[in-house]
Structures are given as C-alpha cells and as structure tokens.
C-alpha cells in the first residue's frame, strides 16, 4: 500500500519563493528498499511527473538506478572479459575449443554459486545457522563483486591446469597421457591454494554485516565447486572425451599462433644434459 501526500499550504509557500520551486513528500509503508513494490512506485513517479521540477530520491531509489547502471554496462563488461579470455588462452594453447571450453566451465561454477547464493540468503534457508535475518533480497553489489573475484581465481586455476597438460602434451603428443599427467603435477597446487583463500573467505562469512557474510559465503562456494567439481573433475573429463579436438584450430590461426603464440621456451640440450641423472659410478669421488 503507498501513498503521495501533497501539503497545499507547503506548495504555496514554495510557490511565493523566487523560481516558483514545488515540493512533494512521499510516504511508502515498508515493504523493504529492495522490495517490488518499492521498485514499481519509484518507477511509476518517475513515469508520471507532473508540470513542475521533481525528483525521486532516498535508498530505493538509488538502488534502482545502480541496478540500471549494471544492467547497462554489463554486456560491454561480459564481452571484454570472454573475448581477453579466449585470446590469452588461445595463445597459451593454439586451440579454438580449449577457451570456449574454459568459459563453458566457468558459466557454470558461477551458476551453482549464485544459485547457492539465493537459495541461503534470499530465500532465507540456514538464516538460523549463520545468524542472519533474510530479507528476500540479495544486496545489489553482491552479485557484481561475487562474479569478478569468481572468475579471477577459477580463471587463474584453468591457467595452473591448462598449462601444466600444454606441457605435457607437448611432450608426448597424446591427449589422455597429456591430461592425466597435467592433473597429477598441479592438483595439488590447486587443492591447497584453494582451500587457503577458503579459509580467508570463511572468515568474512563469519562477520555479522549482511553484505559482507554473503559476499564472503559465496566466494567460499565459488572457490570449493571450482577447485573440485569443475577443475578436477569436469575439466580433466572434457579434455579426454574431446581427444585431439582439444587442440583444433584453423589453418589461418595455427600459423598466427606459431608465429605469435605464448609458447616455453625448449629446453637446450646442454642444460638437459646437465640435469639428465647420472649413473652411479660417476657420483663416486675418485680414489
């Protein structure tokens, strides 16, 4: 139920200062500053103005106007990031279908965390657990600062893979041998770099501040679905089923990236030589 409550004595008083200035005051009974129908009222007296200057001000409305500017800049924002994305990996791998793999992959690590995300804080499940109230809303900066730190660290974790069965593959030439061997060398890396920034995430859940719990919360979410599910799960079976398709790529673009391409330097033969093992007998000091 709202209301606009226009004081006539209040207009004729402003209406007798110089520049004929109008006021309006406007009553909302509580429904939340994130609620619906908080958002159809400051869209509808911004519709319907009258003949004089007005303007809509206070909490749900700068809230609608923060989500308008998102909305506005974010397909310029997604766009950016996945075509960056796809070029650095495409010149780290020579492959067409490994970036759009790797942004396919991270889709849906963020997709279970914001879901996870609803499901506790909107919706209000385990509000007695964590200690907080639900509101039916999540606030409105979450969502941005969940999706840019999300998709950093999975990024950086797709990189720790991605470059370790390169090599390999590099090595052997065979994709199964390539992936398993990739997933050996930097598993653990990942585990253990995941589980420590969990436990810096963890630590801005336990705060009492709506905000800053749920922002800490899903970011946990994001980083144990992303080094588990996605990276050592999904990842590594992709990469096998898809066999040598991992390292397609047209003609035009292997050339590009055999000239161009983000490419470890080979190792010499005289330093392989030196760091090949020797036998026995020559780590013997001579007599």
């Keep these: 139920m709202s209301s606009i409550w226009l004081s006539p004595a209040l207009l004729k008083w402003y209406d007798s200062l110089q520049g004929g200035h109008h006021a309006a005051c406007c009553r909302r009974d509580a429904d939340g500053r994130g609620g619906r129908g908080t958002a159809r009222l400051v869209a509808s007296l911004r519709e319907h103005r009258p003949g004089f200057r007005t303007w809509v001000t206070g909490q749900a409305a700068f809230l609608t106007d923060f989500k308008a500017q998102i ?3 974010l397909p310029w924002a997604l766009t950016l990031i996945a075509t960056a ?7 780290m791998t020579g492959s067409v279908l490994i970036p759009v793999k790797a942004l396919v ?33 999540i606030e409105a900066w979450v969502p941005v600062i969940v999706f840019t730190f999300a998709f950093g660290l999975s990024m950086d974790y797709e990189v720790f893979l991605l470059s370790r069965i390169k090599e390999a593959y ?16 930097s598993g653990r ?7 420590l920034i969990m436990i810096v995430f963890l630590g801005f859940a336990a705060g009492q501040t ?6 800490g919360l899903a970011l946990a979410i994001a980083v144990a679905v992303d080094a588990t599910l996605v990276r050592c799960v ?26 161009f ?24 000091p001579a007599v």
């Excluded at 609803?118 to 639900?134: C, K, M, P, R, Y």
């Excluded at 590099?170 to 060398?185: I, K, M, P, S």
């Excluded at 391409?261 to 013997?284: F, I, S």
Aim: charged content about 20%; glycine content about 10%.
């Design 234 to 259: 999904l990842v590594p079976a992709t990469m096998t089923l898809l066999g040598w398709a991992n390292w397609w790529a047209p003609g035009p673009l292997r050339r590009w990236h055999g000239r």
């Design 189 to 195: 890396i990942i585990t253990c770099a995941a589980f």
């Design 170 to 185: 590099d090595e052997c030439g065979d994709t199964n041998r390539a992936v398993a061997d990739g997933l050996q060398r």
């Design 105 to 137: 992959m991270n889709v849906i690590s963020l997709g279970a965390t914001f879901g996870a995300l609803v499901w506790i804080f909107q919706d209000g499940h385990l509000a007695s657990l964590l200690g907080f109230t639900a509101i039916g809303a």
């Design 71 to 73: 909305a506005q800049r």
């Design 210 to 215: 709506l905000g800053i719990k749920e922002m």
């Design 85 to 91: 994305t796809f070029a650095l990996l495409f010149l």
């Design 261 to 284: 391409g983000l490419q470890e330097a080979p190792v010499r033969p005289d330093r392989a030589a030196d760091t090949e093992p020797r036998d026995e007998e020559d780590l013997l």
